[in-house]
Nanobody, 119 residues
Framework: VQLQESGPGLVKPSQTLSLSCTVSGDSITTNYYYWSWIRQPPGKGLEWMGAIAYSGSTYYSPSLKSRTSISRDNAKNTVYLQMNSLKPEDTAVYYC????????????WGQGTQVTVSS
C-alpha cells in the first residue's frame, strides 16, 4: 500500500489549504482502515488532525475541528484535507497515514508534503 500526498507548497495567511492523499494498493472503503491526516510543525512533534474511516465517518482533533474538513472520493481512492483560515503556525509537513481499526500504530504513511503559510 502506498500513499501519495499532494498540494500547494505555499499558502497565504487566511487562505484555505487543500491537500489530497491518493492511496494505491488497497481500497479506502474496505478492510477496516482509518485514514488520518497528521502534521509536524518545524521543531515539534506529530499532531493528529483528523481521520476518515472505511465507513465514511469522520473524526477531528477538537483544537482543529472548527477549521478542518476531511472527505474522500471513492472512485479516485483519494482522501482530502481542507483547512481554512490558515495562520503562519500552520506551517508544517502534512502526512496522511493509514491505521487498522483496533490498533494504535499506523501501518502506512505517505512521504509528507511541506506546507508553508506566509505572505
Amino acid at each position: 500500500v502506498q500513499l501519495q500526498e499532494s498540494g500547494p507548497g505555499l499558502v497565504k495567511p487566511s487562505q484555505t489549504l487543500s491537500l489530497s492523499c491518493t492511496v494505491s494498493g488497497d481500497s479506502i472503503t474496505t478492510n477496516y482502515y482509518y485514514w488520518s491526516w497528521i502534521r509536524q510543525p518545524p521543531g515539534k512533534g506529530l499532531e493528529w488532525m483528523g481521520a476518515i474511516a472505511y465507513s465514511g465517518s469522520t473524526y477531528y482533533s477538537p483544537s482543529l475541528k472548527s477549521r478542518t474538513s476531511i472527505s474522500r472520493d471513492n472512485a479516485k481512492n483519494t482522501v482530502y484535507l481542507q483547512m481554512n483560515s490558515l495562520k503562519p503556525e500552520d506551517t508544517a509537513v502534512y502526512y496522511c497515514a493509514g491505521r487498522e481499526r483496533g490498533t494504535d500504530e499506523y501501518d502506512y504513511w505517505g512521504q509528507g508534503t511541506q506546507v508553508t503559510v506566509s505572505s
